[in-house]
């Protein structure tokens, strides 16, 4: 494979950085800006310029740990994943566009001033002219890409030298008329001026001592750029009468006349064609080259990647950007255009910054030679900044940013997903992350054994079920000398009286208490029996053990189903409105169970189930297994994280642990003794994220646990766990 010769030192990282912003952001921008914001058009500028730090040092980061890597979706997508690298990608795409349609739309008008023309037929003639070229290869030489970035700054210096002696400070006057708001939406406008500042890192493969000449270059020529725009602005609002610019198409050259006279205005207007033109062509190139790096990453369609024989361009990708780029030109208002442009860098800024956190946190192999100082608290400044500016920034820009996002996503959801296996580091440092905080948790639950167990009696059963439930909580609570409370519970109708005839013992209840002492002596375990009569069973379950403040409720039942769900069962009401956990049991026998199952379909055990599930296999000298379903939705890295998730948890355990895998659509791969698995309590959110496949029926009892909604993880959390698990 051949390699590119690393032979662009600081000079030139610089130039590639300045010249890729020196463009619309000076010559059409401030006009618009200076209606937004007036005089405060000047901090607007540099404001922007800070606001771009974050995330020029994050780029700068990532191009020195993956210069072979060349656009920024490429990073975002490899950090957050495919997902969000179909949004950066989407957004960058439009961005670019957005861009060039903004040079043709705003360089026109400096032509205008030379001939006589029509503005955006000129511009559409000028975009078909540029949209041709790329199609048909023709390249722009680094050499004239020089000669350009040393006529700009070349007339933007004498403009400013020139113009300096006849700044007025009168004109700075009502310098907050706009006040805050008006600062951050002109910040806002004008923050696709320092777009460029990071294009250095697609070449980053042919720099030389990246991890010095990289950061240097890109914070080099942002503090170079950010000087030069605040310089020139502050000049042309200085020399200008107040108001005489703000919405002019032509602000550099208006003010050029009023100091440097016409040989000024001739070089401004050459500078700017020159310039705006570059960036036009750059554009389209630039942008039309993320449908084609998306389409050979599977994130879009083939025919994007597909290169002519006999131009050696991606065709359809030029023709999509250019008719997208045409339309812009037509349809769209030059301050909507500089808005959206703004809108989507913003929008991809951030997405760089939460990158760099990504790979920080996450498991890759990931050794920048630089790293970006203050981390994470400059990205995630970064980020905050963005969000903030792009809700000043009016209903058009934050409208755009918004479907832009959401037609990415539905993009992913119907043609990318199924097409991508892949994932970012963000997804598997977050899975670590959450693994580490349930496995504290579990360590917690592990060592708080239930002291009292209520073992609620709803219904008749025969001695053997009932003497299982018995020894079910005698093993949850040996471990810590605790105690059974055994009660039968008899509901009576709501017309009959709760007379002293009606709760008097039985026979029956005699016979009951016996039994129970029984199993205390046989099981070793202090077991207290009562009998309670009531209106409503669900309710004395729920108050008995609220007024007993037992740790933990015992009870038989067929783990909730549908038909519950809708209509109600009382046992179900008892898990939702008791004090504590529960533990409903499809009681099938138990008989020293020394093989126990903890059920999962990939996705992280919950506390309470693997307490349970080690109680009662240490009761019985026995072992847990760990079930898997087939078929785990993840990439390897998903499968190496989950097996160091269950390794640590097997080393948390007193009892042997293994792991096993079951199918969906059969039976259990061995016989096992007892399974314990996780419950769905009915609520929204238990509906939202249980999507687990049918338990096959394991010929065994089955315990399901619901732990009390202080100890159940909240909505974010189980979403989290949901879309990482």
């Known amino acids: 494979m051949k390699e590119l010769e690393r032979d662009l030192g600081l000079p030139s990282v610089l130039a590639i950085s300045v010249g890729a912003m020196i463009g619309s952001g000076i010559f059409i921008l401030p006009a618009l800006a200076l209606e937004i914001a007036g005089p405060a058009v000047i901090l607007a500028y540099a404001l922007a310029g800070l606001l771009v730090v974050p995330a020029a040092l994050s780029k700068s980061e990532m191009a020195t740990a993956m210069p072979e890597a060349g656009g920024t979706y490429i990073y975002i997508e490899r950090g957050m994943g495919p997902l969000l690298g179909t949004i950066a990608g989407i957004g960058t795409w439009f961005s670019l566009s957005f861009k060039g349609a903004l040079a043709l739309v705003g360089g026109v008008p400096y032509l205008l001033l030379l001939f006589d023309l029509p503005l955006k037929p000129v511009a559409l003639g000028l975009a ?11 390249k722009q030489t680094g050499r004239l890409q020089v000669a350009i970035v040393v006529v700009m700054l070349a007339a933007l210096g004498w403009f400013a030298a020139g113009s300096a002696p006849t700044v007025q400070s009168a004109n700075y006057a009502n310098f907050f008329a706009d006040g805050v708001g008006g ?20 070449v980053a493969e042919e720099v030389e001592n990246p991890g010095r000449n990289i950061p240097l270059g890109i914070l080099g020529s942002l503090a170079f750029t950010t000087v030069l725009y605040v310089a020139i602005v502050a000049v042309l609002v200085g020399v200008t009468e107040p108001g005489s610019v703000a919405g002019s198409l032509t602000p550099v050259a208006v003010a050029a006349e009023a100091t440097l006279g016409r040989n000024g205005v001739i070089a401004v207007i050459l500078a700017a064609i020159l310039a705006l033109v570059s960036t036009a062509n750059a554009g389209i190139l630039s942008s039309s080259r993320y449908p084609f790096a998306m389409s050979r990453d599977k994130l879009a369609p083939p025919s994007f990647s597909t290169v002519s024989d006999r131009f050696g361009t991606p065709v359809a990708s030029i023709t999509l950007t250019g008719a997208v780029l045409l339309l812009l030109i037509a349809f769209v208002p030059i301050v909507e ?45 970064g980020a905050v900044t ?47 992350r959450v693994g580490r905080d349930v496995l504290t948790e579990t360590q ?8 009292e167990v209520l073992v609620a009696l709803t219904k008749n059963l025969d001695e053997s079920r009932e003497a299982s439930l018995i020894a079910i909580a005698a093993d949850l609570v040996r471990p810590d000398d605790g105690r059974v409370v055994v009660v039968r519970f008899e509901e009576i109708p709501d017309q009959a009286p709760l007379t002293e005839e009606v709760t008097a013992q039985s026979a029956s209840d005699i016979s009951y208490e016996t039994r129970v002492e029984a199993l205390s002596s046989e099981l070793d375990v202090d077991i207290e029996a009562d009998e309670i009569v009531s209106h409503d069973t669900k309710h004395a379950v729920v108050n008995f053990a609220a007024n007993r403040g037992v740790d933990t409720i015992v009870a038989e039942h067929e783990p909730l189903r549908l038909r519950s769900r809708l209509f109600g069962d009382p046992i179900d009401w008892i898990v939702r409105h008791a004090s504590c956990d ?15 199952v903890l059920s999962g379909d990939g996705e992280l055990y919950p506390p309470l189930a693997v307490n349970v599930a080690e109680a009662i296999a240490g009761a019985n000298r026995g072992t847990v297994s760990l079930w898997h379903w087939t078929g785990r939705r993840g990439t390897d890295q998903y499968e190496r994280t989950l097996d160091d998730y269950e390794a640590k948890l097997a080393e948390m355990l007193s009892v042997p642990v293994g792991s096993e895998t079951i199918r969906a659509d059969g039976g259990p791969p061995a016989d096992p003794d007892v399974v314990v698995r996780r419950g769905t309590d009915g609520t929204l959110q238990s509906l939202l994220f249980d999507d687990r496949p049918a338990l096959p029926s394991p010929g065994c009892t089955t315990i399901t646990v619901y732990p009390h909604k202080s100890r159940q993880p909240g909505f974010a959390r189980r979403l989290v766990e949901y879309i990482t698990f």
């Open 386 to 432: 963005g969000l903030l500016l792009l809700t000043q920034m009016g209903t058009v820009a934050l409208v755009g940013a918004v479907v832009i996002t959401i037609g990415s996503i539905g993009w992913y959801v119907f043609y990318v997903r199924s097409r991508v296996s892949r994932e970012g580091v963000a997804a598997d440092a977050l899975r670590r």
């Open 337 to 381: 255009i500089a808005k959206l442009a703004s809108a989507f860098q913003i929008l991809v800024f951030g997405l760089i910054n939460v990158a760099v956190i990504a790979f920080r946190e996450g498991n890759a192999e990931y050794d920048p030679e630089f790293t970006s100082p203050l981390y994470p608290w400059v990205q995630v400044f």
């Open 128 to 138: 078909a002219v540029l949209i041709l070229i790329n199609v048909v290869g023709a």
């Open 444 to 451: 917690s639950a592990v060592e708080d054994a239930p002291r």
């Open 183 to 202: 600062l951050l939406a002109a910040t806002g406008l004008v923050f696709v001026s320092y777009a460029g500042v990071t294009k250095v890192a697609s």
């Open 582 to 596: 529960v533990l409903l049991v499809d009681n099938l026998g138990y008989d020293e169970p020394t093989r126990v």
